[in-house]
């Protein structure tokens, strides 16, 4: 069954996944990746601030540019991303200036320079996993 | 003139969830991203509505925006600045007491504590485990366009690399502008973690509320705001 089927198929039925209602005008794979990325979400934020501070719209347009433009997420799953990484103490925001322009910038707090180590160790476990995986499957 | 920014805005302020200032706040956030893109697309030579539509299109959908970016509320939690604020307006208040013997003195009269913003604030400071605001104090609430008004912010944080600064706006222009919303930037006098101003009424100011933040500390802990009204 090739993508463009599984979109009909699921754009006449409507399906849900997980509960989670799939966007009836969403290409599928378009939307498989976007669920896969949010599960990296966090990685991918405290990565695009690691080098330094940086405002939401930069972090964004980095993680594109970053990716050859693979990752393009809707760009308020960014800021929600943000919030909740504030919120739990791994980000630090201020406003700074830029170019005549105020914006709200963000950058690692200690905590969020540990979080970050910690979720690079992850991901390279998981990534050497599923490359052996399909090495082996080869 | 449509701008699909602009009605964006319009739609995602009144579905966003928490309080004033978190959602001042993150409509600001969402203004200054969409204006930005906007600006981007505008320079590789899209039209302009047509760099608005696509901005709001990479953004997101109003429903899943509003959804994912507000601040999910639990009631047990919600009581906690509550009291924290009651307390702290007690505290204020026996303070004042104590320090003024009952009487105001002729200095600070007309000085008020803008009860509303500390509230704010201590909500707000349930975001961080950082947090430190300033009290701001206004020598009036109800002013007309070119008049003065004292302003006295204590506790501020110590500098870090931003100056501090006093910007005032009318409230709509929030969410009608996506350009500068701020009028006017004001100098301040600093003196420890007391920062003082004389602050006139902008003469173009509209009737109506307006909004004045100060910021002293150099970081988002450091920010307090007075809403005066406007005759």
């Known amino acids: 069954v090739s993508a463009t089927h599984v979109a009909v198929a699921v754009t006449r039925t409507g399906p849900r996944i997980g509960g989670e209602?799939?966007?009836?005008?969403?290409?599928?794979?378009?939307?498989?990746?976007?669920?896969?990325?949010?599960?990296?979400?966090?990685?991918?934020?405290?990565?695009?601030?690691?080098?330094?501070?940086?405002?939401?719209?930069?972090?964004?347009?980095?993680?594109?540019?970053?990716?050859?433009?693979?990752f393009a997420l809707p760009e308020n799953t960014v800021y929600a991303a943000l919030h909740r990484l504030e919120h739990a103490g791994f980000l630090r925001s201020a406003r700074a200036s830029h170019q005549g322009r105020t914006r709200r910038e963000y950058s690692l707090s200690p905590d969020g320079r540990r979080a970050l180590a910690g979720k690079r160790v992850e991901w390279e476990r998981f990534a050497r996993g599923m490359q052996g995986v399909i090495e082996a499957a080869q | 003139?449509?701008?699909?920014?602009?009605?964006?805005?319009?739609?995602?302020?009144?579905?966003?969830?928490?309080?004033?200032?978190?959602?001042?706040?993150?409509?600001?956030e969402v203004r200054d991203h969409l204006a930005d893109t906007a600006a981007e697309l505008e320079r590789r030579g899209v039209e302009r509505s047509e760099a608005e539509k696509t901005a709001v299109e990479r953004f997101g959908d109003v429903a899943a925006s509003a959804e994912l970016l507000g601040k999910r509320r639990n009631r047990t939690v919600r009581l906690a600045p509550i009291l924290a604020g009651v307390t702290l307006l007690t505290g204020l208040g026996l303070l004042w007491l104590v320090e003024n013997g009952g009487h105001p003195s002729s200095d600070s009269s007309n000085v008020m504590h803008v009860h509303y913003s500390t509230l704010l604030h201590r909500e707000f400071a349930l975001q961080s485990e950082h947090v430190r605001h300033p009290h701001l104090l206004v020598s009036q609430r109800r002013v007309q366009p070119g008049e003065v008004v004292r302003v006295v912010a204590t506790g501020c944080g110590s500098l870090q690399d931003e100056r501090d600064e006093m910007t005032w706006h009318n409230h709509r222009q929030l969410l009608r502008s996506h350009d500068e919303q701020y009028t006017a930037v004001f100098r301040l006098h600093r003196q420890g973690y007391r920062v003082t101003a004389t602050f006139r009424v902008p003469e173009h100011s509209p009737p109506g509320v307006g909004l004045l933040d100060v910021y002293c500390g150099g970081d988002s802990t450091g920010q307090a705001t007075a809403m005066l009204s406007v005759a």
């Open chain 1, 21 to 70: 209602e799939i966007p009836r005008n969403a290409w599928y794979g378009g939307w498989v990746r976007t669920q896969e990325l949010k599960g990296h979400l966090d990685l991918l934020v405290l990565s695009a601030v690691a080098a330094g501070p940086r405002h939401g719209y930069l972090i964004v347009d980095w993680l594109r540019e970053q990716s050859g433009q693979e």
């Open chain 2, 1 to 28: 003139v449509t701008s699909p920014i602009r009605d964006y805005l319009d739609e995602l302020g009144p579905q966003l969830r928490g309080g004033w200032l978190h959602r001042r706040r993150t409509l600001a």
